[in-house]
């Protein structure tokens, strides 16, 4: 408490003695004798000035730490509300009932050589079949079957596609091309594409975790552990 006390009474003398000090020189006396020659109101006004100056720093500090917690809650406010819409739109989408995946037309090969028998199609007639390639359309996986099938009437091949395409809701004929026999032109060789498309779900980056958990482990900078690491 001593060493205290003398350290106040030192700092005490030393601003004493600055003080002291700058009203004996000279620009301290030259500013003070231009000072005492204006009149009064000038005097009051670079007083009242000085005092705003000093009162301005003294309050700058807080007054600048409360505007930087004015707009920090402003900020936490948006990002709160931003988290609740999220929430809710959380909610709202496990609330939904899942939509079965629809089947692959490589899934349905019994089912389209039915199609293909009910049309009067022989199996000497099939050149080639085979899966297409899976391929992103627009955001979405499509996949596909096709046949080559040849000696088929323009009638044939029109009901054989309308058939395929109805094996299930998600068909679609991508694409039909008939090319003429040389032996007979009433007959073609036709080929056929059958795809659907799949949406792409993005997979979140912590599986079975919703979005609060998601935020949490994020800011935490870790991944939860599930129950076969924490076994």
Do not use: C
Request: proline share 6%; hydrophobic share 40%.
């Amino acid at each position: 408490m001593d060493a205290i006390k003398n350290l106040i009474e030192n700092l005490k003398e030393r601003v004493k003695a600055a003080w002291a000090e700058q009203q004996e020189s000279e620009l301290f006396i030259s500013t003070k004798e231009k000072f005492d020659a204006l009149p009064p109101i000038a005097q009051r006004s670079i007083l009242f000035g000085l005092l705003f100056v000093v009162v301005l720093l003294i309050l700058w500090w807080p007054l600048s730490n409360f505007l930087d917690s004015t707009d920090f809650n402003s900020k936490f406010d948006e990002r709160r509300q931003t988290l609740k819409e999220l929430l809710r739109i959380e909610r709202d989408f496990s609330s939904q009932p899942s939509v079965p995946a629809p089947p692959s037309p490589a899934s349905m090969k019994t089912q389209f050589e039915q199609k293909l028998v009910g049309n009067g199609v022989k199996t000497s007639q099939i050149k080639d079949q085979g899966t297409l390639p899976p391929q992103n359309v627009a955001g979405a996986n499509q996949q596909g079957y096709q046949y080559r099938l040849s000696h088929l009437t323009v009638r044939q091949a029109t009901d054989l596609s309308y058939d395929l395409e109805h094996v299930d809701p998600s068909f679609k004929i991508a694409g039909i091309e008939l090319i003429a026999e040389t032996q007979d032109p009433h007959f073609y060789e036709v080929g056929i594409k059958i795809v659907n498309f799949t949406a792409k779900v993005a997979e979140a980056e912590i599986p079975g975790k919703g979005i609060v958990d998601a935020i949490k482990h994020k800011n935490k900078g870790e991944t939860p552990k599930g129950k076969d690491d924490a076994e």
